[in-house]
């Protein structure tokens, strides 16, 4: 059975950091391409950053230079490294597969508030 263990998240203030964490675990939950997607409210879900199984990344432009999306394959974890944070980053962060869609299975998400 496949989960997605979403962590990390929390309240901080413009201009703090928070790193994320997802543990995917489950058989035939193929670790190798993963993303970080969020939600905000009244707002569809969003790829924000992807690495690719050769190690490559790619951000929206939105987050680029701020963020940093990392893994680690022995532990089926990826990381979401987030630095001057904004309130217009706040939303419920998932990872997932970047192609997952909206039928597919989702963790719980981990809610990151920016506000003062």
């Known amino acids: 059975q496949v989960q997605l263990v979403e962590s990390g998240g929390g309240l901080v203030q413009p201009g703090g950091s928070l790193r994320l964490s997802c543990a995917a675990s489950?058989?035939?939950?193929?670790?190798?391409?993963m993303g970080w997607y969020r939600q905000a409210p009244g707002k569809q879900r969003e790829l924000v950053a992807g690495?690719?199984?050769?190690?490559?990344?790619n951000y929206v432009d939105s987050v680029k230079g701020r963020f940093t999306i990392s893994r680690d394959n022995a532990k089926n974890t990826v990381y979401l490294q987030m630095n001057s944070l904004k309130p217009e980053d706040t939303a419920v962060y998932y990872c997932?597969?970047?192609?997952?869609?909206?039928?597919?299975?989702w963790g719980q998400g981990t809610q990151v508030t920016v506000s003062s």
């Open positions: 489950g058989s035939g939950y193929r670790f190798n391409a």
């Open positions: 997932n597969h970047p192609w997952a869609t909206p039928a597919d299975y």
């Open positions: 690495i690719w199984s050769g190690g490559s990344t």
